[in-house]
Structure formats: C-alpha cells, structure tokens
C-alpha cells in the first residue's frame, strides 16, 4: 500500500515476467494486448496490494490453465435443444452498447429457474459469455470506438423474484466467485431495476457488508429504469423489460420489433454459438473433442463472499417464515452430469 499506481504496475509487471511460460501464454489470452490494464484490475481487486493481487492474477491463471478456459469458446453445450434450454432459463444476454461504447448486459434475476439441467451446464454457459465478452466483444468495441474499451454495464431484472431464490443461493454464490477471483473489475456498473420488496429488504442488510468499491458500482433505479438508463444509452441499447413499467423479463419479444435478447434467436445469441461451432470445428480438425459438459473447478469463495450469501440465506429464511414459507436450500436441481 502507499505505492503510486504506475509504481505498483511495474513491480506487478516484473513478477510476472518471472512466470511460467504455460501462465504467461494465458495471460496472453486474458488481456488481448493490454497487459497493464488487465494488471490493474488485479491491483483495484486487492486495494493495490502487489503482492495480494500477484497471489490473485497467478491463482487465476493456474484455474485457467487446470480447468482448460482457453478452450473454453470451442465447447459447444449439445445439443442444440439442451442450449436452448440453458438460454431459457439463465436471463442474460446482451441489448446493445452506452453511449461510451460499453457493452449492455441485461440479466433476468427474478425469473432465472437455473432447472433444466446440471449446475455444470450453467456454469460453463456463465464461463463463455465472459470469455466471449472479453475475447470477442470488447476488443471489437475498442476498435469501433477509437479507445481501450474492457468493462461492461450490467442490468438485472428483479421482476419475479421469488423466496424459492433460496434455492439458487448455491449456483449464484459458485458464479460469482468465478467472476470475482477470474474476471474481477469487468463491470462498470450494476443496475437493479423492478426491484420488489424481497430485494429492498436483502439489499438493506448486504449493503453495508460490501466493500465500499462494490457499493459505488450497484445503483438501484426506480421501477424499470427507462429514465435514469437513457441518460448512459440510446432507446435501442435498452433490454426490453425496461422500456416499458411491469414489463418484466419475459423470455418473447413483446412485438415483432422488441427483441428479447434473451432468446436463443436474438443475433447476439446467435452470433455467439455458432462462433463457439466454428472454434470447435478448428479444434476438430487438428484433434477430435469429447463432446461433454465441462466440469469447471469453483474457487473457494473469499471469506466476505460466504459471508454474504449466508446473510442473504438467512434474509431469505426470515421473510419465509414470516410468510409462513418454507423452503430447503439445498434442493438446487442437478439432473443430467
């Protein structure tokens, strides 16, 4: 701590030119030809800690490495119909761009069911849309718009959520530490929109759990959010349960020309599977893939993680049995691997 940033991105740079050469070829792949920002990140992940965000970035890229992540956009999830079933039920896809040139990311909190197939399906889904993002996506907006473009702005949709989120408290816990220990610094800002009283009534008590870092990032908008959400992006750019109040996270387009991103037939769906197709096709050829569901290694959650998804089980727990609700939190479906 007290070292000037561009001192600490030095010191960090010269540690990891001392790296194994399997580390620093997937670091190559991380960064897409910006090493120092990418090292940044680390360093705002560890309040610029050189040595906390060194043990960060070379844990990260050991999971890169164990787990096969480089590959990970050559994976297709088969068949076609077990995607679309994925894309049905884990809400996120992507509506368009800000006015800055970030990628929008719209995610339907509230009516994710994450039950048509095993958590493994799920997280190697979550897996290549961060790669994706990073690979694909943001090195195209960084040429498009003239400047290094590599966050995103994230929506999430409460409109449905239920106390039987309880039962997605494990899932959601294993993406988010995947975010956190492998792609931390990725999003700009989160905004929750439709957010029901459930949601006010956790986010009281996690709030003041968060570091402040995290807290400046999450804004809570009221109802769907068109107003505020305008002022950063074009009409266009925004997903369709915010163009309207009550709209919610429906899985159809509300007409023909409201597209819902989250669809497996929106473009950017579309785009992204068959790039995965094409990528596994150029594997192919060199040597046959196992065609499976990759079964990714989830980090062991920092100890501020556990404790935030056991206050918001235990939030959870309370506001059920008020509602004389009851609920297992471990019946989380894990049908198929």
Same mark, same amino acid.
């Given at each position: 701590?007290?070292?000037?940033?561009?001192?600490?991105?030095?010191?960090?740079?010269?540690?990891?030119?001392?790296?194994? /050469?399997?580390?620093?070829?997937?670091?190559?792949?991380?960064?897409?030809?910006?090493?120092?920002?990418?090292?940044?990140?680390?360093?705002?992940?560890?309040?610029?800690?050189?040595?906390?965000?060194?043990?960060?970035?070379?844990?990260?890229?050991?999971?890169?490495?164990?787990?096969?992540?480089?590959?990970?956009?050559?994976?297709?999830?088969?068949?076609?119909?077990?995607?679309?079933?994925?894309?049905?039920?884990?809400?996120?896809?992507?509506?368009?761009?800000?006015?800055?040139?970030?990628?929008?990311?719209?995610?339907?909190?509230?009516?994710?069911?994450?039950?048509?197939?095993?958590?493994?399906?799920?997280?190697?889904?979550?897996?290549?849309?961060? /790669?994706?993002?990073?690979?694909?996506?943001?090195?195209?907006?960084?040429?498009?718009?003239?400047?290094?473009?590599?966050?995103?702005?994230?929506?999430?949709?409460?409109?449905?959520?239920?106390?039987?989120?309880?039962?997605?408290?494990?899932?959601?816990?294993?993406?988010?530490?995947?975010?956190?220990?492998?792609?931390?610094?990725?999003?700009?800002?989160?905004?929750?929109?439709?957010?029901?009283?459930?949601?006010?009534?956790?986010?009281?008590?996690?709030?003041?759990?968060?570091?402040?870092?995290?807290?400046?990032?999450?804004?809570?908008?009221?109802?769907?959010?068109?107003?505020?959400?305008?002022?950063?992006?074009?009409?266009?750019?925004?997903?369709?349960?915010?163009?309207?109040?009550?709209?919610?996270?429906?899985?159809?387009?509300?007409?023909?020309?409201?597209?819902?991103?989250?669809?497996?037939?929106?473009?950017?769906?579309?785009?992204?599977?068959?790039?995965?197709?094409?990528?596994?096709?150029?594997?192919?050829?060199?040597?046959?893939?196992?065609?499976?569901?990759?079964?990714?290694?989830?980090?062991?959650?920092?100890?501020?993680?556990?404790?935030?998804?056991?206050?918001?089980?235990?939030?959870?727990?309370?506001?059920?049995?008020?509602?004389?609700?009851?609920?297992?939190?471990?019946?989380?479906?894990?049908?198929?691997?």
């Amino acid at each position: 701590m007290g070292l000037l940033p561009q001192d600490a991105i030095k010191q960090f740079q010269a540690l990891m030119d001392q790296v194994d /050469e399997p580390l620093k070829k997937t670091f190559q792949n991380m960064h897409q030809g910006y090493p120092s920002e990418a090292l940044t990140r680390f360093l705002k992940a560890r309040e610029w800690n050189v040595a906390k965000a060194h043990k960060m970035l070379v844990d990260c890229l050991n999971w890169r490495i164990q787990n096969e992540i480089d590959n990970m956009l050559a994976k297709p999830i088969l068949p076609t119909e077990l995607y679309r079933a994925l894309r049905d039920t884990q809400l996120i896809g992507m509506s368009g761009y800000s006015k800055e040139g970030l990628p929008v990311f719209a995610i339907g909190v509230g009516l994710s069911t994450y039950d048509k197939a095993s958590v493994h399906y799920y997280v190697q889904s979550h897996i290549q849309l961060n /790669e994706y993002r990073d690979r694909v996506i943001l090195p195209s907006a960084t040429k498009k718009y003239g400047r290094h473009i590599s966050t995103c702005v994230k929506i999430l949709d409460m409109t449905g959520l239920k106390l039987s989120a309880m039962s997605q408290v494990k899932l959601l816990t294993a993406i988010s530490t995947i975010d956190d220990l492998n792609y931390p610094e990725k999003t700009d800002t989160y905004y929750v929109v439709n957010a029901p009283y459930i949601f006010s009534a956790c986010w009281k008590v996690v709030k003041p759990l968060l570091q402040e870092r995290t807290r400046k990032k999450i804004k809570v908008l009221q109802g769907c959010g068109r107003d505020e959400l305008l002022k950063i992006m074009d009409q266009a750019s925004l997903p369709h349960f915010c163009r309207k109040e009550n709209l919610g996270s429906s899985r159809h387009p509300t007409n023909g020309t409201d597209g819902c991103c989250f669809s497996l037939d929106h473009a950017f769906h579309q785009e992204l599977y068959n790039y995965i197709k094409q990528q596994c096709s150029k594997l192919d050829s060199v040597a046959p893939m196992k065609q499976c569901s990759f079964h990714v290694d989830v980090p062991e959650p920092d100890p501020e993680g556990t404790k935030i998804a056991l206050t918001i089980e235990s939030e959870l727990h309370k506001l059920g049995n008020q509602n004389g609700f009851s609920h297992s939190t471990d019946d989380l479906k894990t049908n198929g691997h």
